[in-house]
Each structure stands twice: as C-alpha cells, then as structure tokens.
C-alpha cells in the first residue's frame, strides 16, 4: 500500500513556472512506476508524464520539451518541473504509483494503482 500527497500548486502567469511534488509513504517506494496525470473541467484525467522505476521517462506531446520528470527514491518523492506554462495547462494534478502484482505462478499480472488527492494549477493571467 502507497499513500501519495501532492503539494506545489497554485496560479501562475502564462510562461511561468511550478515545481510539483509528490511525497509518498509506505515501502519499496522503488519498485513502483510513477506519473503524472491531470483532469481538467469537462475532461477526461490524462497522462502528462511518467517515470519507471529504472527511470525512463515518457512524456505527453503536449509538454514535450517544458516538463520534466524527475524522482527521487531517497526522499519517496516523485517531481514534475513544468516550464513555459499555458493557460491549456490549467487542471487539477494527480501523482499516481503502479506496480504490477501476480495473483498466481501462470497468472496474468495485476497493475495497482494509487492516487494522491490533487493539487489545482492554474495559468492565468
């Protein structure tokens, strides 16, 4: 079991820039596959990016080249540095923690996943 706080939201001026983080209790904090997702008003909750636990990255093309992915397994905490900010970024934030189970030897496996609560971002002017 993972618990996920998000913190780090807020307003920002369109081109501006915040440091999302997500700290993360319980163990083998590790092994997990980590992301970020976001929902806006009216939308459905979208990957904006996310981090394997070896730490590849894979990235929206929406945020390509002003997010950044980033975690930190000493501190149990996952980041998302996001740059050159839109008022299209606007949305409610979610870190999210997956791992897969196996239920039995020839099972197919299970992805569990966690969520933090949200945190609001907003780009306006």
């Known amino acids: 079991q993972v618990q996920l706080v998000e913190s780090g939201g807020g307003l920002v001026q369109p081109g501006g820039s915040l440091r999302l983080s997500c700290a993360a209790s319980g163990s083998t904090f590790s092994t997990y596959a980590l992301g970020w997702y976001r929902q806006a008003p009216g939308k459905q909750r979208e990957l904006v990016a996310d981090?394997?636990?070896?730490?590849?990255?894979n990235y929206a093309d929406s945020v390509k080249g002003r997010f950044t992915i980033a975690r930190d397994n000493a501190q149990n905490t996952v980041y998302l540095q996001m740059n050159s900010l839109k008022p299209e970024d606007t949305a409610v934030y979610y870190c999210?923690?997956?791992?897969?189970?196996?239920?039995?030897?020839?099972?197919?496996?299970?992805?569990?996943?966690?969520w933090g609560q949200g945190t609001q971002v907003t780009v306006s002017s």
């Open positions: 981090i394997t636990s070896h730490g590849s990255t």
């Open positions: 999210n923690a997956n791992r897969n189970s196996y239920p039995c030897i020839e099972c197919q496996p299970v992805r569990n996943d966690y």
